[in-house]
């Protein structure tokens, strides 16, 4: 594996940054975002350190909270949209996002990929090996995923449904004779 340390410094950096500046802006619009693309940041964090099953997780888990955390600051900061747009702060923030893409971009096409066919760990023959015999599973899909696999299968499978079950309660709304709807 290629040195990646310079990568992951970059994005750290690129992190630190990003949290500073949802902390220190007074724009709630603008803070949300900014912690969103620490989020995404952290994601091809994940990426880089070879762990894509989380990287994945991260980001679907970092888009359903970015869509809550939009909604909440809508309903709360009804000020800021009915005085004006602070087009400052918004400039800065999509600003901010933008690098956020163009670095994940930049770093991508920069890095080298293996040959096509030639497997990115070793524990993956592993798996393919010894999952028919050791696991009596049909499926060499179901075996290492059910068998080898099976406790960072449930940890991704209750934070993807934590999450949505937090994004739904957020979305909900109230109907006219106190009946809930989900909105689409």
Do not use: H, W
């Not at 747009?85 to 293996?114: C, H, K, N, Y």
């Not at 497997?119 to 060499?140: F, H």
């Amino acid at each position: 594996m290629e040195n990646i340390a310079p990568q992951l410094y970059t994005l750290l950096v690129f992190m630190v940054v990003g949290s500073i500046i949802a902390i220190e802006t007074k724009n709630l619009l603008s803070a949300v975002i900014s912690v969103s693309a620490v989020g995404f940041a952290l994601s091809i964090a994940f990426l880089f350190l070879g762990a894509p099953d989380i990287a994945i997780t991260q980001l679907v888990v970092e888009v359903l909270v970015l869509i809550i955390l939009i909604r909440g600051t809508i309903l709360l900061d009804n000020t800021a949209i009915e005085k004006g747009r602070d087009t400052l702060a918004m400039v800065a923030s999509l600003i901010f996002f933008g690098m956020l893409l163009g670095f994940g971009a930049l770093i991508f096409g920069s890095t080298g990929f293996p040959a096509f066919g030639e497997p990115l760990m070793r524990v993956s023959k592993v798996y393919v090996q010894t999952g028919l015999p050791a696991t009596y599973a049909a499926n060499i899909v179901a075996s290492i995923i059910l068998d080898f696999r099976a406790y960072d299968t449930l940890g991704e499978a209750t934070v993807l449904f934590a999450s949505i079950l937090g994004a739904l309660a957020i979305l909900r709304r109230t109907g006219k004779a106190g009946e809930e709807v989900v909105s689409a």
